[in-house]
């Protein structure tokens, strides 16, 4: 739509739409059958899944009209995937690299790193930023190796 932000390099796929007020990075990739709604941010290189399902306001009624700046935000930071059919409760950060499995409901923030499952979301692991499970040592065959701040806070890289 009109007032939509989309950044370069992004793959939109069928049936995607992007609603005014939406932002959308750079490099990021919207699978088939997705909505972006007003509110929703996607960072750089963030990609969303096959119909994963974005909302923006925590009390919907049929009858009411909820105002555009009570419209409640949902942030996806740089590099987080979100797999195919999550639906993400808005009013949310969804962190740095984090990875979300297909079909979780997320209802709170995910910090950056981690990797979420199920209904309601939980962490099962951490992830690098390459996409593969940590272990214990949080080092990745890839080179990577991180630290964990807090729990809440996620990973953060060594250089
Ligand atoms: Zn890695």
Redesign the pocket.
Known sequence: MTGARVGRDCNLCGQTFIEEGAVVGDGVVVKNGVQVWDGVSLANQVFVGPNATFTNDLRPRAARSLPREEFVPTRVEEGATLGANVTIVCGHVIGRHAFVAAGAVVTQNVPPHALVAGNPARRMAWV???G?SLGDDLA???G?SYRLVTEEDGLAPIP
């Open positions: 690098c930023e390459c593969q990745c065959p890839c990577r």
